[in-house]
C-alpha cells in the first residue's frame, strides 16, 4: 500500500498527525502505550530463557551468543524468532497495541515476518552497524517496518536504537564489501554520504515502543553500562501486498502469517534498486555475527 492510501483510513491509536511524521520521518517513539502486565510477563520469559542459555557452548538457530557466554556470566547477543519457543511472544505479537499501531502504519490486511529479541549485553555488549533492513529482505514494495519494544529502561550508554530521519527516502544502500561479500552493514566509505549528524537515539523507559521504516538506516552503539542489558524485542510486519521477495532468514511457523485483515488477493510491485541478499536458505546467524566479521 501507499501512505496516501493508509492515510485515507481512519487511525486506530495513532493521531493522523504521527502517522504523518512516521511516512515523512521514517521512524516514530511512543511512550507510555504498553500494559504493565504484559511487560512483566515478557520480563519473566526473558529471565527463563537467559537460564537455558546458560549450559550451551555455541550458538544454535534460537540462541545468538557472545563469543565468552559462559554457565557463570550469560552473555546473549539475540533469541531468534522468540514466537517460534514461547506463547507470550506470539499473543504479544499479534495484540491489539501492536497490530492496531501497524494498521495505521499499514493498513487494514497486515502480515507478520518474523521477530527477535536484541539483548545487547552489559560491559561490551556489541554495537550495530548503520543498515537498512531491505536489503536483507527484500519485499515487492517497501510498505514494510519493525516495531519495537524496550522491556528495560534504556540509557544512553546502553546503546539505544539509532535512526537517521528521513534516510527511508534516500537509496537502498549495497550491503556488500568490494569483494562481493555480504557484511549486513553500509561500508565504512558508503557511509560518508550519510547524515549521521542528524541521528537521533531513542532512549526512554521500559514499555516506549520503536517503530522504523525499512528504508530507515539504523544501528545502534555498545552498550557500556556495567551491569544491564538491553533487550530491545522487535516484530517485523508487511502491508499483505508487500510480498517477500526472498527467502526469510529467520522462519518460523508464523511466516507470513495474517495478523490483521484478510490476505491480499493483489501484489503491489515496486522497482527495488537493490542488490538482493545472498540465499539464506543456506543459513543465517545474526547480524552481530555477520557484522561483527568486520569484512
Ligand atoms: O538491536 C539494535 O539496536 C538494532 C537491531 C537491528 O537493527 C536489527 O537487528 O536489524
Redesign the pocket.
Known amino acids: 500500500m501507499t501512505p496516501e492510501s493508509i492515510l485515507k483510513n481512519p487511525p486506530k491509536v495513532l493521531k493522523q498527525s504521527l502517522r504523518k511524521k512516521y511516512f515523512s520521518e521514517g521512524f516514530l517513539f511512543l511512550e507510555n502505550m504498553m500494559d504493565k502486565s504484559m511487560l512483566r510477563r515478557l520480563h519473566l520469559k526473558i529471565g527463563q530463557a537467559i537460564e537455558e542459555s546458560r549450559v550451551l557452548k555455541s550458538s544454535n538457530k534460537k540462541f545468538d551468543l557472545e563469543p565468552d557466554h559462559s554457565n557463570e556470566l550469560p552473555r546473549l547477543r539475540r533469541l531468534t524468532q522468540p514466537v517460534e519457543y514461547y506463547k507470550i511472544f506470539w499473543e504479544f505479537a499479534k495484540s491489539s497495541i501492536i497490530t492496531d499501531i501497524a494498521e495505521d502504519l499499514l493498513g487494514p490486511d497486515i502480515m507478520f515476518h518474523h521477530s527477535?529479541l536484541?539483548f545487547?549485553w552489559c560491559s561490551g555488549g556489541e554495537e550495530?552497524k548503520w543498515?537498512q533492513?531491505m536489503p536483507f529482505w527484500p519485499h515487492t514494495n517497501d510498505s514494510v517496518l519493525t516495531i519495537g519494544l524496550y522491556i528495560d529502561d534504556v540509557s544512553t550508554e546502553m546503546?539505544p536504537?539509532g535512526v537517521i530521519p528521513r534516510s527511508h527516502l534516500g537509496p537502498i544502500f549495497d550491503h556488500y564489501n568490494q569483494e562481493g561479500t555480504w557484511t549486513g552493514a553500509i561500508s565504512p566509505k558508503r557511509r560518508k554520504s550519510l547524515n549521521l549528524q542528524d541521528a537521533v537515539y531513542l532512549e526512554g523507559e521500559a514499555g516506549s515502543i520503536t517503530i522504523h521504516h525499512c528504508r530507515t538506516i539504523?544501528?545502534?552503539k555498545p552498550n557500556t553500562h556495567p551491569d544491564q542489558y538491553r533487550p530491545?524485542l522487535?516484530n517485523t510486519f508487511s502491508s499483505a501486498d508487500a510480498l517477500p521477495i526472498t527467502i526469510n532468514p529467520t522462519p518460523s511457523r508464523y511466516d507470513r502469517y495474517i495478523v490483521r485483515g484478510r490476505p491480499s488477493l493483489n501484489v503491489h510491485m515496486e522497482p527495488y534498486n537493490g542488490k538482493l541478499p545472498p540465499d539464506w536458505s543456506k543459513g543465517y546467524t545474526s547480524?552481530f555475527a555477520l557484522q561483527q566479521k568486520d569484512l
Do not use: A
Open positions: 527477535k536484541n545487547k550495530v543498515h533492513d546503546g536504537l539504523h544501528g545502534s530491545l522487535l547480524i
